[in-house]
């Protein structure tokens, strides 16, 4: 199987190019490829393929071999993927999700992407919907005891589910510890991605994240949007601001009037190769 790995800001995944490559099984494949040992080592697996309604569609499953809805650093890469590979000549695209059509635009240096503004649409706030079992209308600051520490946490989905919750410090925190136990919590129906957010000033904060099916990431885009749309919720922060995480910075406005959020950032190959899958590749299940 040919494929490259790419990263946004070091959130990173194997990519297929499945205009030209056929992957049977793609949970098995995931979990294959992400294992930083004994496979490729990434964070999941995204696969890149034709659509109907839109431009190019994406489907990505996590290092677990779950299939999730969206992933913002992940499609950010693929644009950059179908431009600098010519798959396109496009620098206004739109790529078909779990999550919906979404659309790029593309910042082109050299004939290579450099930048991705992505418009991520609405964030879902019904509880009903993201899917968690608090709140009324919508959980904003709700109270949630984690392996018997109480936390405030806001529910955002962007396609999928995130619980944000505010912390003094997020470099010290023990993360390994206590994300299974929000990931795993029983109001969270679906398991749950977390974001521990440290408030630096009104334009800029801290984010280290918890993502379900693949612990702890450098990056999480659709994290880091439920982010800023929990900093607006809560009065913390503008609309518009830069989000530090381990693996790099991304710029992020929820537009409240218009009630979309749009992302900027990076996107990044790493190398190109080839590798030989299993005898169940070829199986038919």
């Known amino acids: 199987m040919k494929f490259t790995k790419m990263h946004g800001c070091g959130n990173d995944y194997v990519y297929v190019n499945c205009l030209q490559e056929q992957v049977k099984h793609p949970e098995q494949v995931a979990v294959y490829v992400s294992d930083r040992h004994f496979g490729i080592g990434s964070d999941g697996l995204i ?25 913002g650093n992940g499609i950010r890469c693929v644009a950059k993927y179908v431009y600098d590979y010519g798959l396109t000549d496009k620098t206004s695209i739109a790529i078909e999700t779990l999550a919906g059509i979404k659309y790029l635009d593309l910042t082109v240096n050299d004939g290579k992407v450099e930048m991705v503004k992505v418009n991520m649409g609405a964030p879902i706030l019904k509880p009903g919907d993201i899917p968690v079992t608090l709140g009324k209308e919508i959980c904003i600051a709700e109270k949630l005891t984690v392996d018997g520490k109480e936390y405030e946490i806001t529910a955002v989905s962007m396609g999928n589910p995130h619980a944000v919750t505010f912390v003094e410090d997020t470099a010290s925190l023990p993360l390994e510890q206590i994300g299974p136990g929000f990931e795993h919590h029983t109001v969270f129906p679906e398991r749950i991605n977390t974001e521990f957010v440290q408030i630096i000033n009104r334009k800029e904060v801290n984010m280290r994240v918890w993502e379900r099916g693949s612990g702890e990431t450098l990056a999480c885009g659709t994290g880091t949007c439920a982010t800023v749309v929990a900093c607006v919720l809560n009065g913390l922060t503008e609309e518009e601001i830069t989000v530090h995480l381990i693996g790099g910075d991304l710029v992020v406005k929820y537009d409240r009037e218009n009630d979309t959020v749009w992302m900027t950032g990076p996107a990044t190959v790493v190398f190109d190769g080839e590798i030989d899958l299993p005898a169940w590749e070829e199986k038919e299940i």
């Open 47 to 71: 696969l890149i393929q034709p659509s109907e309604v839109a431009d190019f569609r994406m489907a990505m499953y996590n290092a677990d071999g779950s299939e999730g809805q969206m992933c």
